[in-house]
């Protein structure tokens, strides 16, 4: 079968596509024919070795793929075979024609919602879901979402309102990712590129604060949101670096001002994220969250979607497709 192979860490050209065995469902997995694959923004932190991978290489590279189930191990259920649905490897495995993948990793795509749209939305919604649950909006918060245009951030833009925010301010890179962000819901957005975008937020905000920090870029512009903050109940969520480092936060910082600061991650944050991910096709399948794909590539162009993600080229999701892949 055809798969993209991990040569090394470093730029896109490390992932290369090559035939390589057609792997075999173990006891308690399952093999997908693979239809549609979504090439996630962590994905290119792994390849570049800025995160580490934790397996040796040279491997086939990816996180999650959507087909249909064509195999199933002993202790599997036999009725998935035939089904619909969305996996989650370990680590490996889901840039290939066909997948393996936990049983207890499926999730079945409910009628009406094509492969590439399960596909494109799933990481998104089922992180976006538990940190507008643990945010626990009221109605009446303002609310601050980082990087709000693409990835996470455009799916917490989307229903931050519906969650039960008020005000939705964003942040975004320039003026295309801006304009975007607002058609998404935002009703203000600072363009995050400025260093000085933390005293344009004071601005906007005109002595109000902000309830909720959605922080996805961590690092020194954390510290600079604080006192923006409203004191006793602001909380800020981190669920992710794009600076590079976590947010540079302390307990200090928080005490002081009566603020909260909670770490989205770990696994039991990444167990909550897997039982979202259900509830994330059905509002999908319903209607209630655009998919925002920008480009599907076949399967053999992986490393120029790893470099369009890379160069903020792309607002939507980017989904790889194999040759073989039928529509559906």
């Known amino acids: 079968m055809q798969a993209i192979v991990m040569t090394a860490t470093g730029s896109p050209d490390v992932l290369v596509a090559a035939d390589v065995p057609t792997p075999r469902a173990g006891a308690d997995e399952v093999v997908v024919r693979a239809e549609a694959i979504p090439v996630l923004f962590p994905e290119t932190k792994l390849r570049s070795g800025e995160f580490p991978l934790g397996a040796p290489l040279p491997l086939v590279f990816g996180f999650q793929a959507a087909g249909v189930v064509t195999e199933v191990g002993e202790r599997a259920d036999p009725a998935l075979i ?7 490897t370990q680590g490996s495995g889901a840039y290939a024609e066909f997948v393996a993948a936990r049983a207890d990793s499926v999730v ?15 990481m ?3 992180v976006a879901i538990p940190l507008l649950e ?37 942040t975004a890179g320039g003026p295309g990712k801006a ?13 995050h590129n400025d260093p000085e975008w933390t005293t344009r937020l004071r601005e906007i905000l005109d002595g109000a604060t902000v309830d909720v920090v959605f922080d996805s870029i961590g ?11 409203t004191p006793l109940r602001g909380r800020m969520l981190g669920y992710g670096w794009l600076s590079g480092a976590p947010a540079q936060v302390s307990a200090s910082d928080l005490l002081v001002r009566g603020l909260t600061f909670t770490g989205c991650a770990g ?27 920008e480009a599907v590539l076949p399967l053999d162009q992986a490393s120029r979607a790893h470099r369009l993600l890379e160069e903020r080229a792309v607002l939507g999701k980017i989904v790889l497709r ?7």
Do not use: C
């Open 134 to 170: 643990t945010a626990a909006l009221t109605g009446v918060e303002t609310v601050l979402i980082e990087a709000a245009a693409t990835g996470i951030g455009s799916t917490l833009t989307q229903w931050a309102r519906e969650f039960g925010a008020a005000r939705v301010i964003g």
């Open 124 to 126: 998104n919604g089922s």
């Open 267 to 293: 696994p039991d944050w990444l167990e909550r994220v897997a039982l979202a991910r259900s509830t994330v096709l059905a509002r999908a399948a319903a209607g209630g969250l655009d998919p925002l794909v």
């Open 108 to 122: 079945p795509i409910p009628d009406g919602l094509s492969f590439v749209d399960a596909a494109a939305m799933l």
């Open 82 to 88: 035939g089904q619909r649905v969305v996996v989650s």
């Open 219 to 229: 690092g020194a512009s954390a510290s600079g949101l604080l006192d923006l903050m």
């Open 179 to 191: 304009a975007h962000a607002r058609k998404l819901g935002a009703d203000e957005v600072i363009d």
């Open 322 to 328: 194999p040759g073989s892949a039928v529509s559906g």
